[in-house]
């Protein structure tokens, strides 16, 4: 089996034998991600694509407030049956992508505002992070807006088993690279469901060139 196929096995047992609120990642309302999304001025048309959303209730927030053209985009299809499920008839206004986001052929610019919360630090190796770089720079439009989250650097070293790593926000601008421009940053403490905290970082960032 491949590092690919492990890695994807790995995800589908996580929520194959957890519930969606009992991991450690898990928000009730992902707040901090919705506010900073409305922060970009993005139209309710203007696609959005949340990767690594699997079972995160930021799409239920997107809709709410309106947001007509968001994509889902997690590895594990039992992540995003699970938010297909909460979300009822409302899913069928949504476009889930089951893929790994270092592998997965999107349309080349196409997302108005890319949304990450926890995938980038997964990706330890630099060609994965190359690819995600390149996959990244083909599908958001000109201007367009990102926001990506991951642990800060007094944060957890592991997630799930798996190693990470850790980012200042200064770190994480620099691995996206000089295509864009740092609009705001700021870090939080998640409180996970077991009641431990986890110190995150979150950079908000717009394409220059």
């Given at each position: 089996m491949s590092e690919k196929q492990q890695a994807k096995q790995?995800?589908?047992?996580?929520?194959?034998?957890?519930?969606?609120?009992?991991?450690?990642?898990?928000?009730?309302?992902?707040e901090t991600s919705l506010k900073l999304i409305q922060a970009t001025g993005a139209a309710p048309t203007d696609a959005v694509i949340d990767v690594g959303g699997g079972a995160s209730t930021l799409v239920d927030g997107l809709l709410a407030n309106g947001f007509a053209n968001v994509s889902v985009l997690d590895l594990s299809g039992a992540a995003l049956a699970a938010s297909r499920a909460r979300l009822g008839g409302l899913a069928a206004a949504v476009q889930w992508l089951e893929a790994d986001i270092t592998q997965v052929a999107l349309p080349a610019q196409r997302y108005a505002v890319w949304h990450d919360r926890a995938v980038f630090h997964f990706l330890v190796e630099e060609a994965d992070r190359a690819a995600y770089?390149?996959?990244?720079?083909?599908?958001?439009?000109?201007?367009?807006?990102?926001?990506?989250?991951?642990?800060?650097?007094?944060?957890?070293?592991?997630?799930?088993?798996?190693?990470?790593?850790?980012y200042r926000a200064e770190e994480l601008h620099a691995e996206l690279g000089e295509s864009f421009e740092l609009v705001d940053s700021h870090t939080e403490a998640h409180h996970t469901p077991s009641g431990a905290i986890q110190q995150f970082v979150y950079v908000h960032l717009r394409r220059v060139n």
């Amino acid at each position: 089996m491949s590092e690919k196929q492990q890695a994807k096995q790995h995800w589908e047992t996580v929520y194959a034998t957890k519930s969606t609120d009992a991991v450690s990642w898990f928000q009730p309302q992902a707040e901090t991600s919705l506010k900073l999304i409305q922060a970009t001025g993005a139209a309710p048309t203007d696609a959005v694509i949340d990767v690594g959303g699997g079972a995160s209730t930021l799409v239920d927030g997107l809709l709410a407030n309106g947001f007509a053209n968001v994509s889902v985009l997690d590895l594990s299809g039992a992540a995003l049956a699970a938010s297909r499920a909460r979300l009822g008839g409302l899913a069928a206004a949504v476009q889930w992508l089951e893929a790994d986001i270092t592998q997965v052929a999107l349309p080349a610019q196409r997302y108005a505002v890319w949304h990450d919360r926890a995938v980038f630090h997964f990706l330890v190796e630099e060609a994965d992070r190359a690819a995600y770089r390149k996959l990244l720079l083909n599908a958001l439009q000109p201007n367009g807006q990102v926001i990506i989250a991951t642990f800060a650097e007094n944060g957890p070293t592991q997630c799930s088993g798996l190693p990470i790593r850790r980012y200042r926000a200064e770190e994480l601008h620099a691995e996206l690279g000089e295509s864009f421009e740092l609009v705001d940053s700021h870090t939080e403490a998640h409180h996970t469901p077991s009641g431990a905290i986890q110190q995150f970082v979150y950079v908000h960032l717009r394409r220059v060139n």
